[in-house]
């Protein structure tokens, strides 16, 4: 089965940048989609269409794509950016969708 | 404004069945896929199936066919999950989230979430 890999954790002081990154075969193919979920909350969608930002979403939150991977950048990270981050996307025939592991951001 | 409500906590004991709810308001229900996305304790997001409630096309991650239904009631607004023989292993929060755009848009609304708890 397709799968989207995430290193398992990311940590970041304050103001500086955090990049998250996704692996996947058919990302060139696909779009690919961010998600952060803080504990005991339903996930956000924070990028979408590999680097379009929702409205209401904080301008320090962008994403890129390059070939089989997709990268999550967060500028000048805040406290409140520490969460779990989920990438998501579609395999190659866009017949299923699949979430990567997840990475939990630290911000030290 | 767009919302997803999804019916409360559930607690059952092995082999009972389930259906969960997820009713949209704010948008037009037909027209935007709507999502199951399971999440066990401590762990990541997984996902389960998906279904069109315009059309009742439904599809299923490998890993949950045959293990869940979904389903939806257009008339209504509602899209559900159903288990016909709950296991320990099923466990978890569940959520319903509307696709923003197509089949692979991003889920850019979620419900609240559902917890399942099976236990004997």
């Known amino acids: 089965s397709y799968e989207l890999t995430q290193p398992p954790s990311v940590s970041v002081s304050p103001g500086q940048t955090a990049r998250i990154t996704c692996s996947g075969d058919?990302?060139?193919?696909?779009?690919a989609h961010w998600y952060q979920q803080k504990p005991g909350q339903a996930p956000v969608l924070v990028i979408y269409?590999?680097?379009e930002r929702p409205s209401g979403i904080p301008e320090r939150f962008s994403g890129s794509s390059s070939g089989a991977t997709v990268t999550l950048t967060i500028s000048g990270v805040q406290a409140e950016d520490e969460a779990d981050y989920y990438c998501?996307?579609?395999?190659?025939?866009?017949?299923?969708?699949?979430f990567g592991g997840g990475t939990k951001l630290t911000v030290l | 404004e767009v919302q997803l409500v999804q019916s409360g906590a559930e607690v059952k004991k092995p082999g009972e069945s389930l259906k969960i709810s997820c009713k949209g308001s704010?948008?037009?229900?037909?027209?935007?896929?709507i999502g199951w996305v399971r999440q066990m304790p401590g762990k990541g997001l997984e996902w389960m199936g998906i279904?069109?409630?315009?059309?009742?096309?439904?599809r299923y991650s490998p890993s949950f066919q045959g293990q869940v239904t979904i389903s939806a009631d257009k008339s209504i607004n509602t899209a559900y999950l159903q288990w016909s023989s709950l296991k320990a292993s099923d466990t978890a929060m569940y959520y319903c989230?509307?696709?923003?755009?197509?089949?692979?848009?991003?889920?850019?609304?979620w419900g609240q979430g559902t917890l399942v708890t099976v236990s004997s």
């Open positions: 989230a509307r696709q923003r755009d197509g089949y692979n848009g991003g889920f850019d609304f």
């Open positions: 704010g948008y037009s229900f037909t027209s935007y896929w």
């Open positions: 279904i069109y409630p315009g059309d009742s096309d439904t």
């Open positions: 058919a990302l060139s193919k696909q779009s």
């Open positions: 269409k590999d680097s």
């Open positions: 998501q996307s579609a395999d190659s025939s866009g017949s299923y969708l699949v």
